[in-house]
């Protein structure tokens, strides 16, 4: 039997690297296994602020991709930076802003909130529909899927399902939308709020199917829609870690690996370090912090006006998915910061995990009743804690210290349910499903 077909709409794809390449890279990676034949139609020219080629070697044989160009008004917006203030970064690429105290970096700022609805990658829509529309009929692919953000990848299959009522169209919700942290940061007023819940609500109710990371997004998409909404989380890719074997630091590291955006605040977690050294002078000797990723300057600098912090804190940048297993093999505990973000009680981000599939402790620090904490808890991976408890924070890294310096084994760790290929299985039984 021939497989079906299946074209995912996506942004974010190999070769740009991080986290929003990686969920429907391994999608496409498992489909052939499961009767499906994957097309996915990407940007030709995306603007991406982190690249990793390494990724590619996971887009399986038989996948077919798709690129027409895009044009983005990143470069312009950067041009006309660079111009009346000499900042070199364009505003609000990817889910992240360039603060800046020029009146140029405010109002590229404010006009991002307000016109590029709902995103800057908008005016892509009506040339990717014109090119759809007739590579669908051609390639006889009856069903789509658009994944976002950025949420104008769902515009794009709004149109295509309009204009081919018959057409399956599945639509996965990464981030929120209407409800996102980041419409606050771009200063989003009341009309362009209304315009993108006016978008949204009209993208879950037109769609076949919904489906979404957590189960917190999951109540939220269905209070916003009214209609039942699919819970397919994110994983780990065993084949990442057929290999994988705890080398012993010399030093008690912690990691935290990803992004630490003006959202995201470890601050909390690090001032209970610093206290924790403070009163016990022997720890600042063996214990080492280490960020990999991109961090925001604010943090940097808070840790480098710190005595204790700066000592035992380095920062690496973003580094290939590839390498990452060393990093995280030597790591004595993995850290997840949630602080800082809205409805952090439902953000479980895909790094977590990978942290499960090392076997490594995990230290959150974040709401205690939330997703990411109830997945901690069922994997017996760590512990969450609040931001504002420092002294179970110090009381929680001395208990896993204990552990590093005992050399003792972990063997406890649950994964089962949350490979890649697992989770593939069960997306396919969303695309197997008929009206």
């Keep these: 039997m021939a497989d079906k077909k299946v074209l995912i709409i996506a942004y974010y794809w190999p070769p740009s690297g991080g986290s929003g390449v990686q969920r429907w890279l391994k999608f496409v990676k498992y489909l052939p296994q499961f009767g499906w034949k994957p097309y996915v139609f990407t940007p030709e020219n995306p603007s991406a602020q982190v690249t990793d080629p390494s990724l590619l070697k996971d887009v399986p044989a038989e996948a077919v991709v798709v690129k027409l160009p895009i044009w983005e008004p990143y470069e312009a917006f950067g041009k006309l930076s660079k111009l009346f203030s000499g900042n070199k970064n364009s505003p609000g690429q990817g889910g992240s802003v360039n603060k800046g105290s020029s009146l140029f970096s405010k109002l590229s700022i404010w006009v991002r909130g307000n016109f590029f609805i709902p995103d ?22 009856e069903t789509i899927v658009t994944t976002g953000p950025p949420h104008s990848m769902h515009l794009i299959g709004l149109k295509l399902k309009k204009q081919k009522p ?131 300057s604010g943090f940097r600098s808070f840790v480098e006006l710190n005595p204790t912090l700066s000592q035992i804190t ?18 004595a505990v993995l850290l997840l910061i949630l602080t800082g973000y809205k409805d952090a009680e439902g953000y479980m981000p895909g790094k977590l995990f990978e942290y499960l599939a090392t076997g490594l402790p995990v230290l959150g620090v974040g709401p205690v009743a939330g997703d990411a904490a109830d997945l901690m808890l069922r994997a017996k991976a760590g512990e969450m804690v609040e931001s504002t408890d420092e002294q179970k924070m110090i009381d929680i890294l001395q208990n896993f210290y204990l552990v590093w310096k005992d050399e003792r084994e972990r063997h406890d760790i649950t994964q089962s ?11 396919t039984g969303i695309l197997n499903k008929r009206q």
């Design 417 to 427: 349910g949350y490979s890649r290929r697992e989770i593939t299985e069960r997306l």
């Design 120 to 141: 800057p990658r908008k005016f892509w829509v009506r040339p990717a529909v014109k090119f759809l529309r007739a590579y669908l009929e051609a390639n006889n692919i």
């Design 166 to 296: 018959s057409l399956r169209w599945i639509v996965d919700m990464r981030d929120p939308w209407s409800e996102w942290g980041f419409l606050d940061s771009i200063q989003a007023g009341t009309h362009a709020k209304a315009k993108h819940r006016k978008l949204e609500h009209e993208v879950l109710t037109t769609a076949d199917e919904v489906i979404t990371i957590t189960p917190f997004y999951v109540r939220q998409f269905e209070r916003l829609s009214g209609r039942n909404v699919n819970l397919v989380t994110n994983g780990f890719d065993e084949e990442d870690f057929k290999n994988f074997k705890i080398v012993r630091s010399d030093k008690f590291l912690i990691r935290h690996v990803g992004i630490v955006n003006e959202k995201c605040d470890p601050r909390p977690f690090m001032n209970a370090v610093a206290a924790w050294c403070d009163k016990n002078y022997a720890i600042r000797n063996t214990i080492e912090i280490e960020f990999v990723g991109q961090v925001n």
């Design 314 to 331: 380095r920062f690496t940048d973003t580094v290939p998915h590839e390498k990452l297993m060393n990093i995280y093999a030597s790591s």
